[in-house]
Nanobody
Framework: QVQLEESGGDSVQAGGFLRLSCEAS????????MAWVRQAPGKEREEVAV????????RYTDSVKGRFTISRDNAKNTLYLEMTDLKPEDTATYYC????????????????WGQGTQVTVSS
């Protein structure tokens, strides 16, 4: 059974830093596309960053480029998201998602999801 558990969410001041982790169990992430998706209050979920399997090119939504870095440690079966220069508009619940094989074009096509971790950025 595929399970994903996020951690690392917190309340920080604008300009701050957070590192989110997503620990996978029940499978090895090596062959999975892994992603971070966020949902702000009253808004739809939004893909934040994607890390393909086999060392493919990562992708980011425009609003986080240059500030967020997605990485994966296949040996630890863990996905990370380093977030710097945080802004109030980054406030959201951040979800880890996984999909076997190539990365879907749309976040709605990921099959496996964690429960989310809350990030709150105050100005």
């Amino acid at each position: 059974q595929v399970q994903l558990e996020e951690s690392g969410g917190d309340s920080v001041q604008a300009g701050g830093f957070l590192r989110l982790s997503c620990e996978a169990s029940g499978y090895t992430i090596t062959y999975y596309c892994m992603a971070w998706v966020r949902q702000a209050p009253g808004k739809e979920r939004e893909e934040v960053a994607v890390a393909p399997p086999a060392g493919g090119r990562t992708r980011y939504t425009d609003s986080v480029k240059g500030r967020f870095t997605i990485s994966r440690d296949n040996a630890k079966n863990t996905l990370y998201l380093e977030m710097t220069d945080l802004k109030p508009e980054d406030t959201a619940t951040y979800y880890c998602a996984a999909e076997l094989g190539p990365c879907p074009a749309n976040w709605m096509d990921f099959d496996y999801w964690g429960q989310g971790t809350q990030v709150t950025v105050s100005s």
